[in-house]
């Protein structure tokens, strides 16, 4: 389909996601929380079965792991805030309704700003975000389906956005934000190969111009941030050429086939569901003070927008910013030695740690975001730092000196020279090998090409400087002092 055609569109995407709260047992349930690896039905509890008498208590580190994540999504904690029952029947609901919070929803309006490629950033409003337990999960085969319970009662919150996005890059930038809000703030381990955090991408399309949007497909269960943005560049090509074409969009549900990387229908929705939602009589209203919301909320560290705003003036690539983010530790590092040196040993720092990291949190990376990685001392690496600005060290060396701090080593300059490689910076020293080198005949023919400025030749002579010294000598001085004997 051509642009030209596409350009007459405008695409409006609204993403609900589901995000799987850290805490240690289930919302209402004392079942252990963590399923991963476990075999079916293995972490459950008779309240998670929904056995006649079981009466749910809730989990008061869900509660406190809400406020955090409102924080996050700088919105309002609401002071009271209710349980209720939507009622549907399906076969990974043994309750035959879900717990939710269907019209007191613990977190208010809110915003997220997504910070998109182009250097600008988009800001996607919250409508509200909601705790739930979640259902169970089927797995089906030929002919039959099996009931797995380790997921049912797993505490929720339901983050709902406004329908602000209007581009598959800003839905992407969003959702990893989102993502990196999360994790941060401590509200969930943010592993989406196992479902940590879900999003549904609700994607209509409507001519440029218009003020109705139209019918929206919701595109379910999305666990990754290129799915999310490729989900949505094909719907909203599928929903064009609907159009085009004269037919009609219907609303329904589709599921992401990453294999194929197409959308395909699920289940009409034509007509809002009646739940027939009623207040949980069994779960008491959750009542929160503004010093209790206030002290919870204080716990929270530094979320990515703040090491961004701390790290403005440092000059870095945003790919570098983006490596530093997927590893909350390292982040932390680096601003704890803005506070303790200087803004150029923080940069370089900086420059070796995304190196290391390679690149961040990315399209298809399901891992989480990185909170338990070895602490590596301030001292050494300002010391290492340090040391290459002086020239003791190659930037290679450098490079092969901090990741041994990286792997729990200690004391830079004393690994340095147990690997010999401290370099000889004495310009007297260097100036003897450099005169030894220029006058060996084997050095004629590239003396001779510098001579007819063919500068590159220079490296040979280098090369022989770092031979002759045993890798000791520092290139850039033996450059130097070549070039002025020259």
């Known amino acids: 389909m051509s642009e030209e ?3 007459k569109y405008d695409m409006t ?8 709260l850290a805490t240690a047992t289930k919302l209402f349930s004392p079942a252990d929380n963590d399923a991963r690896d476990r075999e079916p039905n293995a972490v459950v509890h008779p309240i998670d079965f ?3 008498g079981m009466l749910p208590v809730l989990n008061r580190r869900a509660v406190d792991l809400a406020i955090r994540a409102g924080k996050a999504l700088n919105a309002e904690v609401a002071h009271v805030s209710r349980f209720d029952r939507k009622h549907y029947f399906y076969p990974d609901l043994p309750k035959g309704y879900q717990t939710t919070q269907m019209y007191h929803p613990i977190i208010l309006e809110g915003y ?4 998109l490629d182009d250097g600008s ?3 996607v409003r919250v409508h509200h975000a909601h705790m739930e337990e979640d259902a169970g999960k089927l797995t089906h085969y030929n002919g039959y389906s099996l009931v797995d319970l380790n997921r049912a009662g797993t505490p929720l919150i339901e983050i709902v956005s406004e329908p602000d996005i209007h581009s598959a890059a800003a839905a992407k930038a969003y959702a990893t934000e989102l993502y990196r809000l999360m994790t941060y703030a401590g509200v969930t381990h943010g592993d989406l190969y ?8 609700n994607i209509s399309i409507a001519p440029k111009g218009a003020t109705e949007l139209g019918n929206r497909a919701e595109v379910k269960n999305l666990n990754s941030f290129r799915s999310v943005e490729r989900a949505a560049e094909y719907e909203f090509k599928r929903q064009v050429e609907l159009l085009e074409k004269g037919e009609r969009i219907v609303q329904e549900t589709r599921g992401w086939n990453d294999a194929k990387q197409i959308t395909t229908s699920q289940r009409s929705k034509e007509d809002a569901q009646d739940y027939r939602y009623m207040p949980d009589a069994d779960i008491p209203p959750i009542v929160l003070t503004a010093e209790e919301i206030q002290a919870i909320q204080a716990e929270v560290p530094m979320l990515p927008a703040e090491y961004r705003e701390k790290w403005a003036h440092l000059g870095l690539d945003k790919s570098v910013v983006n490596s530093l983010l997927a590893n909350q530790n390292y982040a932390r590092i680096i601003t704890e030695i803005q506070e303790k040196s200087d803004d150029s040993v923080a940069k370089r720092v900086a420059h070796w740690f995304a190196s290391a990291l390679g690149s961040a949190v990315s399209d298809d990376d399901a891992t989480p975001v990185d909170v338990s990685a070895p602490y590596v001392s301030i001292d050494d690496l300002v010391e290492l730092a340090s040391m290459t600005e002086k020239s ?8 092969e000196i901090f990741n041994e701090l990286l792997g729990g080593a200690e004391n830079p300059r004393a690994i340095a020279e147990a690997k010999n490689l401290i370099q000889v910076s004495d310009e007297g020293a260097i ?10 005949p084997m050095s004629a023919s590239s003396i001779a090409d510098i001579r007819a400025g063919k500068d590159k030749a220079i490296g040979y002579l280098v090369g022989q400087v770092m031979k002759k010294s045993q890798g000791k000598a520092n290139p850039a001085l033996a450059q130097k002092l070549i070039k002025e004997r020259l």
Do not use: W, Y
């Open 50 to 52: 929904g056995l006649p």
């Open 13 to 20: 995407i609204g993403i609900e996601c589901h995000v799987q």
């Open 121 to 123: 950033t988009v800001r």
């Open 5 to 7: 055609i596409l350009a």
């Open 194 to 201: 196992h479902g940590n955090m879900r999003f549904d991408v």
């Open 112 to 115: 997220v700003d997504a910070p």
């Open 431 to 440: 100036a003897t090998i450099v005169d030894e080198i220029l006058a060996d």
């Open 392 to 399: 003791e060290l190659s930037s290679g060396s450098a490079k």
